[in-house]
C-alpha cells in the first residue's frame, strides 16, 4: 500500500502545483481572490512533498515539523478567500495575523518537541472551526454574491462544497489521528489513503475545469467584475471605455472575424493599441462579463442567427463560421448560453 500512497502523493502535489502556477498568473485587476486560491493549492501541494518525504525517508525532522502547519493555514486562507470573494474592498489588516497563531504554535511545537498540547488536537480543532465558519458564512444564502451577477449562485455552492471539504478532511484526518493512537504505523494508515484519493479527486476536478474554462469555472475568472460599481466609475473613465468598446465592436463586426480564431485578450488588447487591463476593464465595466465569457457569447449569438437562416446548412460549417475550433468547445457554450446543445435549439426553432 506504501507504494500507492507515494504515487498519489505525487499526483495530488503535481496537480496542485499546476493549478497554484495557473492562478498566480491569470491576469486579473482584483487578484487577491486569486492569489489567496492559489495559495491554498501552493500549500496542498507542499503539504503533498512533505508527506511524500515522510513516506520515502522516514520522517526527516523538518518535514515533521512543517507539515502539520500546512494544513492549519489552509483552513484561515480559505477563509479569507470568500471574504475577499464577497467583501470586493476585503484588505488584510494586523489583526487578521491572529488566525495564523495556530500554525505557528504547533510549528513550534514540532520543531522544539516541546508539546504543551497535541498537536493533532490543534489540527483538528481548526479544521472543524473554519469549516464550521464556512457554513455559517452560507447561512447568509447567495445573495452575499449579488455583486458577482449570474455567477452569484455558482459562488455559492463553491462555498458549500469548501465547507464540505473541510467536513470530509475532518473526518479522515480523524481518521488517521485514532488509528495512530491505535498504534498504527502510517504506511498502513486507512485514513491516510481515503485522505490522498479524496484530494487528489477534488483537486483534479478543479483543475480540470478552470483549465477548460467550465461553465462552472467562469466565476473565477470574474473576481474584478462588481456589477454595482459601474456608477463609481468617472465620466473620463467611462468615456475612455466606451471608446475601446466602440473600437472593439468594429474590429468584432470586421468580415472574416468570425472565420479566425478567437483572439486572446493581449491579442485583441494589441490590434486595438490599449493597454490590456484597461481593455479587460473596459469589457467588464460596458458589457457586465469578461472578455472571454463575451466574446463566446457574440459567436453563439452568430450561430444562432446562422441556424435560424440556414436550417439546412451543415453543424461543422455553423461551428466554424461562428469562429469555434472544435466540437465540445461549441458545444459547451452554446449550453451555457442556451442550456441546449445547438441540435437541439435547431429542433426547437425549427
Known amino acids: 500500500m ?32 486569486a492569489v489567496l486560491l492559489g495559495s491554498i493549492f501552493l500549500m496542498l501541494s507542499l503539504h503533498a512533498v512533505l508527506l511524500h518525504l515522510i513516506l520515502v525517508f522516514n520522517r526527516p525532522s523538518f518535514a515533521a515539523a512543517l507539515l502539520p502547519a500546512l494544513p492549519l493555514l ?11 470573494v464577497r467583501e470586493p474592498n476585503f484588505h488584510f489588516r494586523p489583526k487578521n495575523l491572529l488566525h495564523f497563531i495556530p500554525a505557528m504554535l504547533a510549528t513550534g511545537e514540532m520543531a522544539t518537541k516541546n508539546y504543551i498540547i497535541n498537536v493533532d488536537i490543534i489540527v483538528l480543532t481548526s479544521i472543524a472551526t473554519y469549516g464550521g465558519a464556512l457554513f455559517w458564512i452560507a447561512k447568509k444564502g447567495s445573495r452575499q454574491f449579488e455583486h458577482l451577477g449570474k455567477h452569484r449562485g455558482i459562488a455559492f455552492k463553491w462555498l458549500l462544497l469548501c465547507a464540505g471539504y473541510m467536513t470530509v478532511s475532518f473526518a479522515t484526518d480523524l481518521i488517521i489521528f485514532l488509528e495512530i493512537r491505535a498504534g498504527q504505523t502510517v504506511d498502513g494508515s486507512i485514513g491516510l489513503l481515503a485522505t490522498l484519493v479524496f484530494k487528489l479527486i477534488s483537486v483534479g476536478f478543479v483543475v480540470s475545469g ?29 468615456k475612455t471605455y466606451q471608446e475601446i468598446i466602440s473600437a472593439y465592436e468594429t474590429l468584432c463586426t470586421a468580415p472574416g472575424f468570425y472565420e479566425q480564431a478567437a483572439p486572446s485578450l493581449k491579442e485583441m488588447a494589441f490590434q486595438l493599441g490599449v493597454p490590456i487591463r484597461q481593455l479587460s476593464r473596459a469589457v ?6 469578461s472578455y472571454t465569457r463575451h466574446l463566446n457569447h457574440q459567436r453563439v449569438e452568430r450561430a444562432k442567427n446562422l441556424l435560424q437562416k440556414h436550417p439546412n446548412m451543415k453543424m461543422i460549417d455553423v461551428m466554424y463560421e461562428s469562429g469555434f ?3 465540445s468547445s461549441f458545444n459547451k457554450e452554446f449550453r451555457f448560453f442556451e442550456s441546449k446543445s445547438p441540435t437541439e435549439y435547431r429542433n426547437h426553432v425549427l
Open 284 to 289: 467588464n465595466v460596458i458589457y457586465g462579463v
Open 325 to 327: 475550433q472544435s466540437k
Open 74 to 84: 489552509i483552513g484561515p486562507v480559505l477563509y479569507f478567500f470568500f471574504r475577499a
Open 2 to 33: 506504501l507504494n500507492t500512497m507515494v504515487s498519489l502523493d505525487v499526483a495530488v502535489s503535481c496537480v496542485c502545483l499546476l493549478f497554484a502556477i495557473h492562478m498566480f498568473r491569470v491576469e486579473l485587476l482584483n487578484k487577491l481572490p
Open 210 to 238: 478552470a483549465l477548460q474554462r467550465s461553465a462552472y469555472f467562469d466565476w473565477i475568472y470574474s473576481f474584478d467584475i462588481n456589477f454595482k460599481q459601474q456608477h463609481d466609475e468617472t465620466a473620463t473613465q467611462l
